[in-house]
């Protein structure tokens, strides 16, 4: 039987291909919620399954919004990145 936070991260990953998909202006309220349950859900199934899949979980993430963190990473370093045009 498959446990629930593998579910939960297999719906998520759904949903993240599906905002994907989006034109960019529809992508920001859907991404931040993402962005917001992906934490939980890594740590949730780090806590249920072992760290290897925490780690997995965890560069599946970082796949998905290397973007917006290598945004947030040079806005926090002082720099000004542009947001691309739809």
């Keep these: 039987m498959i ?17 994907a998909f989006l034109p960019m202006r529809f992508q920001y309220a859907p991404g931040w919620c993402l962005l917001i349950a ?5 740590i949730w199934i780090g806590a249920e399954h072992g760290w290897i899949f925490s780690a997995l979980a965890l560069a ?25 045009k739809s």
């Design 60 to 84: 599946g993430f970082a796949s998905m919004f290397r973007n917006p963190l290598m945004y947030y990473y040079k806005k926090a370093r002082g720099q000004n990145p542009q947001v691309p």
């Design 3 to 19: 446990s629930v936070p593998l579910l939960l991260a297999a719906i998520w990953a759904l949903l993240a291909t599906v905002v």
């Design 38 to 42: 992906a934490p939980v859900l890594i």
